[in-house]
């Protein structure tokens, strides 16, 4: 499977997929090493940059791509990706994309892929409870597989008046979260 994105929502999906014993391959723009790169090693899953291996060099570096689970809401990169999908694949768009200027995309290629290749293509953003609570479960799994690398997810934790510095400011790490005292 091949994450793009690694993010929190990237590198969660990433353990999900590993937790379910999925070859797993995080793919995103920044170089190794990095605390990303380093969090994905310790899940057992390979970190590919898109500055090493661009998308239409996926498949002949990697081989067949049989599941994307996207969660970097870069639409040209998705795009591109998806045009590297094996046969009987599917792709998950999880990402929303700002505004930006319209993507260049060769719809015909995507389309004979998506029938020709038998791939899915779907997006999804909500999920029930029966989602909220697999996922605490799951979250439970991966604090027992990978405990230094679940805690990383969280870089810092913050009192809540630092806000506006870490909105304005660059932040390193994965995510920061701000405490509210009580």
């Known amino acids: 499977a091949l994450v ?10 990433a353990m999900a997929l590993r937790a379910r014993d999925f070859e797993t391959i995080v793919y995103a723009r920044e170089k190794a090493p990095n605390v990303k790169s380093a969090l994905t090693e310790q ?9 090493d291996v661009p ?9 067949a791509i049989d599941v994307v689970y996207e969660a970097a809401g870069a639409s040209s990169l998705a795009f591109g990706v998806m045009g590297e ?6 792709f998950i768009f ?3 994309p700002g505004r930006k200027a319209p993507v260049s995309v060769d719809t015909d290629l995507l389309m004979r892929n998506l029938v020709l290749k038998n791939q899915i293509v779907f997006g999804t953003v909500n999920a ?3 989602a909220f609570e697999a996922a605490v479960t799951d979250v439970g799994d991966f604090l027992k597989r990978w405990p230094e690398a ?14 506006r510095d870490l909105l304005l400011g660059k932040s390193g790490g994965i995510k920061h979260v701000l405490q509210f005292s009580v």
Not at 4 to 13: E, I, N, Q
Not at 85 to 90: F, K
Not at 150 to 163: C, D, F, M, W
């Open 94 to 96: 999880t990402g929303v």
């Open 85 to 90: 999908m094996g046969a009987n694949s599917v």
């Open 150 to 163: 679940t805690r990383a997810l969280i870089s810092g934790r913050h009192p809540v008046e630092k806000a």
């Open 128 to 130: 029930g409870r029966d």
């Open 55 to 63: 998308p239409d060099r996926l498949e002949e570096t990697l081989g």
């Open 4 to 13: 793009l994105g690694a993010g929190p929502v990237g590198l969660l999906g």
């Open 43 to 51: 899940i057992g899953a390979r970190y590919v940059s898109s500055q």
